[in-house]
């Protein structure tokens, strides 16, 4: 079982619709969540990080977290092309993993017009 | 634009040859991390340094490969008789130290793209 699962997609959404991104993560030691965002021959682009359970709202984007499940998300509303990219989750706090983030695969996201 | 830097954003070399990159972290950070990345992963971590000191090391990190941070501010990474496997995109990012629950929010730098051929 991979540390951290994503659905690699493509998740396809029109514009203006709510794009939702799922990830599972293995270990119960788990501390920080986050989501990066990495368009295509680009590096990672921090865009949320929710800590404890519940969600975090920042403009479009929502992150949920629920840690009794293991699972954490990201909901981005009123999608546009510009949010056409691959979503990156990231876990920090991995049981013996000191400070390092362990990444999925990412999602990629298109948005069509 | 006090972001993170790294030099060379490209380095093509042949196998067998040494190659060193360079990470100049955001200014305040005393976190400082190696990734690498390939074709439809996500960053593997590498190593991470706070300060000069070199805290962690991933197990699967080749004794062909070494980092240094020598004065708690740049880091370089070096490759010693790269081989194609070595062809990836290498991530550097920083974090702060201080900050409450943000302390550990790692910001990316725009990474080297190694070609082994």
């Known amino acids: 079982q991979k540390e951290v699962e994503q659905n690699s997609g493509p998740l396809s959404v029109p514009e203006g619709a709510i794009a939702s991104l799922n990830c599972t993560y293995s270990?119960?030691?788990?501390?920080?969540f986050f989501w990066y965002r990495q368009y295509s021959g680009k590096s990672p682009e921090l865009i949320m990080s929710i800590y404890s359970n519940g969600d975090k709202e920042d403009g479009r984007f929502t992150a949920q977290l629920n840690k009794a499940s293991q699972y954490v998300s990201l909901l981005i509303r009123d999608s546009q092309p510009s949010d056409s990219a691959t979503y990156l989750c990231a876990v920090n706090g991995v049981t013996g993993g000191g400070n390092k983030l362990t990444f999925g695969t990412g999602t990629q996201l298109k948005v069509e017009l | 634009d006090t972001g993170v830097s790294q030099d060379p954003r490209h380095k093509i070399t042949k196998r067998g040859q040494n190659v060193t990159f360079r990470c100049d972290p955001i200014?305040?950070?005393?976190?400082l991390y190696w990734y690498r990345q390939t074709l439809g992963q996500g960053p593997e971590f590498l190593t991470y340094?706070?300060?000069?000191?070199?805290?962690?090391k991933s197990r699967l990190l080749s004794d062909r490969f070494s980092a240094e941070r020598p004065k708690g501010s740049f880091s370089t990474l070096e490759i010693q008789r790269t081989e194609q496997g070595d062809s990836a995109m290498y991530l550097c990012?920083?974090?702060?130290?201080?900050?409450?629950?943000?302390?550990?929010?790692?910001?990316f730098g725009p990474g080297t793209r190694l070609t082994v051929l």
């Open positions: 200014s305040e950070h005393n976190r």
């Open positions: 270990d119960r030691g788990s501390q920080s």
């Open positions: 340094f706070q300060n000069e000191a070199q805290l962690e």
């Open positions: 990012a920083s974090s702060p130290t201080s900050g409450g629950e943000y302390y550990n929010e790692q910001f």
